[in-house]
């Protein structure tokens, strides 16, 4: 089992509201990620961090934004929830191995529905 | 155009049975692939890993391919249990790139009958 958790499992707010999905590990993973997944469709990398400091945009164009103060934890905000924000969103941790990503770990996802 | 492309889409078969899933990739310069399968509502998980000089893997019931040169992997599950009821995500990292960038496959939705 991975030691990466995220909170809340699943989530349903109305349109405008500001949320904030958690993410925490304490494997002491340098870099942490945020994927969007949708049904049926491939996992989209929107936000991802080499550690305390260090936060990059994905290839997913995406209205969240993350911190990163500590290093086990990742979490990521939206500032004014859309119902095009419904989605899966899943929290991952790997190992730093120079430009290689190693396996990534997951966390159990969050589950976000935008009325 | 570094793409990741999985087959089939969705597969049932009875309890007992072998399969076979498909991952065809474009990416290049291979790093390596892997193979995760996520369970319904779940997050995925690491099956197994695949470099360049590797042609077989195995894991339990799980054995992984890898051809390298028509850039083609496979992942063969044996004597199939309900609990191998699952999505299975092909992913590629690359090398040529400081984020040592990672391609998602869509995925193969593998339901097992009893």
């Known amino acids: 089992e991975a030691d990466i958790y995220q909170t809340p499992r699943y989530l349903v707010i109305g349109t405008g509201k500001k949320i904030t999905l958690e993410c925490s590990q304490t494997?002491?993973?340098?870099?942490m990620y945020w994927y969007q997944q949708d049904p049926g469709m491939e996992l989209h990398l929107i936000h991802y961090s080499y550690g305390v400091n260090s936060t990059e945009k994905g290839d997913l164009s995406s209205e969240s934004t993350v911190s990163r103060i500590r290093t086990e934890h990742f979490p990521l905000t939206l500032e004014s929830a859309r119902p095009s924000h419904t989605s899966q969103y899943l929290c991952?941790?790997?190992?730093?191995?120079?430009?290689?990503?190693?396996?990534?770990?997951f966390g159990e996802g969050s589950r976000l529905t935008v009325l | 155009k570094n793409q990741v492309e999985q087959s089939p889409q969705s597969l049932i078969i009875l309890e007992g049975k072998n399969c076979t899933l498909q991952?065809?990739?474009?990416?290049?310069?291979?790093?390596?692939l892997r193979w995760y399968k996520q369970d319904t509502g779940r997050g995925p998980v690491s099956l197994t890993i695949m470099t360049f000089s590797e042609n077989t893997k195995s894991n339990g019931r799980y054995t992984a391919t890898l051809d390298a040169d028509t850039k083609q992997s496979s992942l063969h599950i044996t004597a199939s249990q309900l609990s191998d009821s699952a999505s299975y995500i092909c992913v590629v990292s690359d090398r040529g790139s400081t984020l040592g960038r990672l391609y998602f496959g869509r995925g193969t939705q593998l339901t097992v009958w009893p």
């Open positions: 991952a941790s790997s190992e730093s191995k120079g430009t290689n990503t190693g396996e990534l770990f």
């Open positions: 494997m002491g993973h340098d870099k």
């Open positions: 991952c065809n990739y474009t990416v290049s310069p291979f790093s390596n």
